[in-house]
């Protein structure tokens, strides 16, 4: 297995492994290698439906996403499909997965199953080297904020997803976490921000009090030398960590079909910063 780095912050491609025949050394370096680089691409594994969701449960159980249905026969997966020509898409927005849930998904797969000729790449950016490049008085007072995060059921998808949006008329139930999170398995801080489509406003403020602070850390959070891209073809399986990234899915192929194929990996509540570690 070969692991090469994609980009000076984070992401690798991952060359020389079968993700249907994979052993239990080989799982290991990629657990190894997605807490390194919090994104890894693997090329050229032309999976069944069933063989995707073996891998996936290598990982952990799968998070059923609460407001969007999956697959006819494989509830596990979700299309996310997006025709030649629609205006809307799913997820081209900064986000990490599953913010408005208590436990957000650990990680997030996708399987590139029909891809445009250009185009359709997807970004992403580090949220421990967001917070690392704050400054201690905006560290201290990061640590001290919590954040409201709720579903946009509305706007951010094609018709053919809205289809699958769960009870469209009920509200989405707001989930809230700390704004700096301690990875569960590498005790590093991340900056835990999102758009503000989803994450819309800090606990106990307005969203007008909230959105000039959270405009910023959205700016400072998406720095270019925080970044990657993700290039798909058809068979490439991408990883990536949503307990250290941010990622957005670029809208710039009108005219062709993209169709991928989702399954997040079930997470666990989120921790924050004990303040009392920055005195006031
Ligand atoms: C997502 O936001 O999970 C989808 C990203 C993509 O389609 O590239």
Redesign the pocket.
Known sequence: MEIQPISGAIGAEITGVDLAALEVDEFAALHKALLDYGVISIHGQALTADQQIAFARRWGDIHAHPYLSGLDGNPEIIE?V?EAGEPN????HW?T?QVFTPAPAMA?M?LAREVPPVG???LFTDLYAAYDALSDGMKRMACRLRTVNTYDKGTTRSKRMGAKVLEPEKEAVPAVHPLVRVHPETGKRALYINDTRIMRRFEDMTEAESKPLLDFFLTHETRPEFTCR?R?QVGTL?LWDNRRLM????DDYQGHR?V?H?I?IKGTPTIGVDPSEFPT
């Open positions: 996310i997006k898409r799913f997820g081209a986000h997965d997030t996708l359709g790449d997807t993700v798909w991408g990622h957005l899915a670029l993209r991928m989702r997040t």
